[in-house]
Antibody, heavy 118, light 111 residues
């Protein structure tokens, strides 16, 4: 049973880079595709991107210029970096596993709230 | 790309059935059989309830069913229970560049 846990700073200053890590347990990170999804307070879900250990990535076109995702197979972790953040990037950030066949997430972390504020 | 359109809220009494619609375009919902639905209780992570329009993951009650007609997908919950009260989000594949689009979410109230 795969389990995911997000970690990282809960407060980031405007114009700085948001950095989060997702630790995967109960399964190999090399076996699946992995995503980040966010949810601003009181609002809906937004897909940020996905990554694979082979190096394959795909980012939401609206965030592409500011997003970088990577995988550390030695630590069974994957990460998200979002640069030049503004208050609009304040959200609960979820890491999630993409189900076989794609375009769906069958396992989610508990989520971590990141607030952008000076 | 605009979000998929869902009703803001729906309600039903215990034991009744309700349906939540999710309307997109021929570039997303209508173009692919890759619609998924997620249930989210307050303060919790979303949970996959339906994928590939009408398939249920292991462990999800058969009271939950999905369908699609044209550019509109639907989630039906039969035999409503108090525990079904939650927000529900639809999601559709939209091609390799955009990848997916979510709906705005529907709040289900069990009266």
């Amino acid at each position: 049973q795969v389990q995911l846990q997000e970690s990282g700073p809960g407060l980031v200053k405007p114009s700085e880079t948001l950095s989060l890590t997702c630790t995967v347990s109960g399964g190999s990170i090399s076996s699946y595709y992995w995503s980040w999804i966010r949810q601003p307070p009181g609002k809906g879900l937004e897909w940020i991107g996905y990554t694979h250990y082979s190096g394959g990535t795909n980012y939401n076109p609206s965030l592409k210029s500011r997003v970088t995702m990577s995988i550390d197979t030695s630590k069974n972790q994957f990460s998200l970096k979002l640069s030049s953040v503004t208050a609009a990037d304040t959200a609960v950030y979820y890491c999630a596993k993409i189900g076989s066949g794609g375009a769906r997430w069958d396992c989610w972390g508990q989520g971590t709230l990141v607030t952008v504020s000076s | 790309q605009s979000a998929l359109t869902q009703p803001a809220s729906v309600s039903g009494s215990p034991g009744q059935s309700i349906t939540i619609s999710c309307t997109g375009t021929s570039s997303d919902v209508g173009g692919y059989n890759y619609v998924s639905w997620y249930q989210q209780h307050p303060g919790k992570a979303p949970k996959l309830m339906i994928y590939d329009v009408s398939k249920r993951p292991s462990g999800v009650s058969d009271r939950f069913s999905g369908s699609k007609s044209g550019n509109t997908a639907s989630l039906t919950i039969s035999g409503l229970q108090a525990e079904d009260e939650a927000d529900y989000y639809c999601c559709s594949y939209a091609g390799s560049t955009i990848y997916v689009i979510f709906g705005g979410g529907t709040k289900l109230t069990v009266l």
